[in-house]
Structures are given as C-alpha cells and as structure tokens.
C-alpha cells in the first residue's frame, strides 16, 4: 500500500473505531501505539520508495542508466541464503546500490555496517556484478558510519528538504 495514512488508518483507526465512537480509547501519545516503531519505520521506506527520483539525483544515478529499483526479497532455499534488501537500484552497466533504509529515534550506529555487508553476501547475483552500499536514514549516523567510508552513499532524509 503506497499511501501512508491509508496504512496508519487501517492499522490503528480501524481497528479500534469502536472504542473510539464509545469514548472508550485512551491515548496518552502516538510513541505508545503498539508496534509504533515498526510501523513508522514501515512509512519512512515508503515515503523513501516514493521519493526515489530525488534519491536518485542526491546520489548521482543517472535515471537512463537505471534497469530496474525496487525492494528485493530472496527466498532461503538449499543453495542460497534468504536476505531483504530494502531498494536495490541496478544500473545497466554491472552495479547495484544496495541501499538499507534506517528509521531511528537514536542516530545509526556502526552496527549497521555488518548488517548490510550480510545482505550483499546473501544476495545472488550474477558474476561481475559489482554492489555500493547505501544508507538512507533520518536523525544522524555516527561519526563511526562515517569514518568507516563503507558506504558509497550516506543520505540523510532532511537532504531531500533542501
């Protein structure tokens, strides 16, 4: 589902509109919410997937280079390991951003990094295929993120606001 208060609405709304019409549902705050976190970090990736146009320009992807972008999901099976990866941008010339989108209250830490290097691992793909990690995140990365120079792309949300 693309639309984002569609989402909120179903899960959250809906569900408890009956408590609602009674004056029955208490709310202190949103944060609250059960699975708040899950669900927000759910929203960020869509609002990322339907903002890639300016991810793109703010990594510098040439869209007539651009095969195919979109989130990619590996099914474990004997011969191969099951990986998410959260937007894969492949190029036409043997790359593919493997971008992990991070939604955070807290700044994204250097876990991050084996995190991702997993998912390339995982990933099959075919030979010669080279991958550029990318981080696309809201509220900071460490200073560590960035020493590392893992990532061929570093994006903060709030570039796009600019």
Known sequence: MKDNYARFYLK???ANLGKIARHSYALKSLASL???NTIMGLQF???VLNSRTQFHRLMRVNPEEIVNDNPVYQRQTIRQAGCQIDY???LKYGTL???????SKNEVGSSV???VQAKIDALSRPKGMSCRPALIHVNGVSQDVVDSD????I???SDLLS
């Open 12 to 14: 959250y709304i809906k």
């Open 113 to 115: 990094i084996p995190e």
């Open 45 to 47: 990736e869509n609002l």
């Open 88 to 90: 894969m941008i492949q």
């Open 155 to 157: 994006i903060d949300m």
């Open 34 to 36: 059960p699975e708040w």
């Open 97 to 103: 951003y493997i971008c992990e989108i991070k939604f």
């Open 150 to 153: 893992y990532f061929a792309a």
